[in-house]
């Protein structure tokens, strides 16, 4: 077996390609009545119009056809006047006879009893649009390589084509593997019981991307990790298609068979890319057949698509550049913003971000999502993507990145919301569209949100913070923002904060004592977080030492994160709110009862999303299901 060459920097691996492969110009022929969409297919030869366009003398008036000579010396005054069977009525479109060498427009005639009345005076040949005008017989009306478009199909089908020749596609087939992968179908239908599978989901990834490329993609069977399996089903998958992608597989465990496979049935080209994520994407060839392993984690797969397989396609459909990444990843528009946040990336490798975008004060930021290569959400909640170069270390907060939108964004009705996190905020979001406005959610804890606003860093914040002096929420660190601004308060409603603990409380947790006496394993809430503030407190209440919780620094950003950690058992307990309890059917103690206020810069009240937002905290159906989650007493 062949050697592959391993950690390629992407240009390396776009030159290897380029030179490898080559476009496959063969041809074939489609029905262009029975064409759905428009694919990037191109025209394989020249193509001449089998119909003169139009085919006879066709008005191109409503109007009547007449002699020009009937209306010499004609006009309003005198008009001329034609008998029956020396006029014809023809429509816009319709055939003239050829009787008639003209039509005039109905606009300049009058009707007495059955005689026209012409009101000017017509040329020969005037309102008659004479055959082959548009298009005659055996004319070039496309060239090989011409796209089939919106404009070109019309025009075939009009010059009497209706089967062409053209360049074909690529054929593709994906190949999903994994013993730890079922259907989406068997996922769906076991709900939770299937607790050590995943769904099988990149499928679906990789159909719409295909789809949006314009190319067909062949879905496989799922093949379980069995290398004499996985061979068979790409040997025949190479017989019948141009380009072969195994899903999963491309580690160096003892269950990852891609590369062998690839090394036995192809010539091996690279694996790995200095690419974060997508590092482990491997390459070969089978003649002019592409072998390519995808890694099996949705991100990473996404952009090994984006650079990797975009580019393959493009270069065996014989489209120049092949390497397009904009258009790879479907880009809506291109922002140019300021980095809200540092950011450092690894030496030498290439590392794409998703990001989200908001325009405060006249300046677009944006901020990276969490990027984890398995992370799903983030990926589908970004508002786009930036790619950071390989010679990029560390980015200060300020940076200029360039982002590819997925969407457009109306940011001027869009404020940025940091602070603690809340379901009912994140459900507000969908209410505000309706409305025309959106929210840009970025949960930062109370402490967190407060920090931003003072830096001039979003439009909205949230608290819930306590003040162990006083006993009073929010009061205390309000008060030292900066009092040369003004700053506007609405108590949105008061929540309960309690212990979750799983289902009948098998450990018998009550306190953060019983937490320090029982060894019980907790998930705490990260610095800044109004919740971690309480938990801070009462363990100080209790004289216990943070080090004396197993688990103080285990940190969830969420409270159904952490809710969902320990409903799943990774943990014995967590402090959050009754929702998160009710969501996860947790046992609930609760603690007590905190006020949790939104606070906006009074330069920002008139903001179009700020205006929105104030509107939308007063729909009664948004309130509805606040309420339904629990735990909730409105203060506003």
Not at 310 to 336: F, I, M, Q, W, Y
Not at 443 to 450: F, N
Request: charged share 25%.
């Amino acid at each position: 077996m062949v050697e592959l060459k391993e950690n390629l920097d992407i240009l390396s691996a776009w030159s290897i390609l380029e030179e490898r492969f080559h476009p496959l110009n063969e041809l074939e022929e489609v029905d262009l009545l029975a064409l759905e969409g428009y694919p990037p297919i191109k025209l394989g030869v020249d193509v001449l119009s089998r119909r003169n366009l139009p085919q006879y003398p066709a008005s191109a008036v409503d109007g009547f056809a007449v002699k020009a000579t009937d209306t010499v010396n004609s006009s309003p005054r005198t008009p001329a006047q034609i008998f029956p069977g020396s006029y014809c009525w023809v429509n816009t479109g319709g055939g003239v006879d050829r009787s008639f060498d003209s039509v005039v427009m109905i606009e300049d005639t009058l009707m007495e009893g059955d005689t026209l009345l012409v009101t000017r005076t017509i040329t020969r040949g005037e309102n008659i649009r004479p055959e082959g005008e548009d298009i005659t017989k055996g004319q070039v009306i496309a060239r090989r390589g011409d796209c089939l478009d919106a404009f070109l199909i019309p025009l075939l089908i009009a010059s009497g084509n209706s089967r062409v020749s053209v360049q074909r596609l690529p054929r593709s087939v994906f190949i999903p593997t994994g013993d730890e992968i079922i259907t989406a179908e068997e996922w769906v239908r076991e709900d939770d019981k299937t607790w050590d599978k995943v769904p099988e989901t990149n499928s679906f990834m990789l159909r719409r991307l295909f789809h949006d490329w314009g190319f067909p993609l062949e879905i496989h069977d799922l093949v379980r990790d069995d290398e004499a399996l996985i061979a068979d089903a790409v040997s025949r998958a190479l017989r019948d298609h141009d380009f072969v992608i195994i899903g999963a597989g491309t580690a160096k465990g003892k269950r990852d068979h891609s590369a062998d496979v690839i090394g036995k049935l192809s010539e091996p080209l690279f694996r790995g890319i200095r690419m974060k994520p997508g590092r482990p994407v491997i390459v070969g060839s089978s003649g002019n057949r592409p072998l390519v392993a995808l890694p099996g984690f949705p991100m990473s797969a996404l952009v090994t698509c984006w650079s990797i397989i975009h580019p393959l396609l493009r270069r065996l459909n014989g489209e120049s550049p092949a390497v397009d990444l904009e258009k790879a990843v479907g880009s809506v528009e291109t922002l140019k913003t300021s980095l809200l946040m540092h950011h450092s990336s690894s030496q030498g490798v290439m590392e794409w971000l998703r990001v989200k975008c908001g325009d405060i004060g006249g300046t677009i930021y944006s901020w990276p999502l969490a990027s984890g290569a398995s992370s799903t959400f983030s990926t589908s909640d970004a508002d786009g993507f930036a790619l950071i170069g390989s010679s990029v270390l560390e980015m200060p907060k300020g940076s200029e990145i360039t982002v590819w939108t997925k969407r457009k964004m109306e940011l001027e009705k869009r404020p940025v919301y940091q602070g603690s996190n809340d379901p009912a905020i994140d459900r507000i979001v969908s209410f505000m569209r309706e409305r025309g406005g959106d929210l840009a959610v970025r949960s930062v804890g109370s402490l967190g949100g407060l920090s931003a606003l003072a830096r001039g860093e979003g439009h909205v914040a949230s608290c819930h913070l306590l003040d162990p002096e006083t006993g009073v929420y929010n009061d205390t660190f309000i008060s030292r923002l900066d009092k040369a601004r003004s700053w506007r308060r609405f108590k949105l409603f008061k929540r309960e904060q309690g212990f979750l603990v799983r289902k009948g409380n098998p450990e018998r947790i009550s306190s953060v004592r019983d937490l320090a006496d029982k060894g019980s394993i907790f998930v705490n809430r990260q610095p800044g977080a109004g919740t971690r503030v309480l938990f801070d407190h009462l363990l100080k209440e209790a004289g216990i030492q943070p080090g004396s919780i197993v688990g103080y620094d285990n940190i969830a950003i969420t409270h159904f994160e952490a809710a969902a950690r320990v409903s799943g058992g990774s943990a014995a307990a967590t402090l959050g709110i009754r929702a998160a309890a009710k969501a996860f059917d947790t046992d609930f103690i609760p603690v007590t009862e905190e006020d949790f206020e939104l606070v906006i810069p009074e330069e920002f009240i008139s903001h179009p999303g700020i205006e929105i937002l104030m509107e939308t905290l007063n729909d009664d159906r948004w309130r509805r299901e606040v309420d339904s989650l629990g735990g909730y007493r409105w203060a506003f």
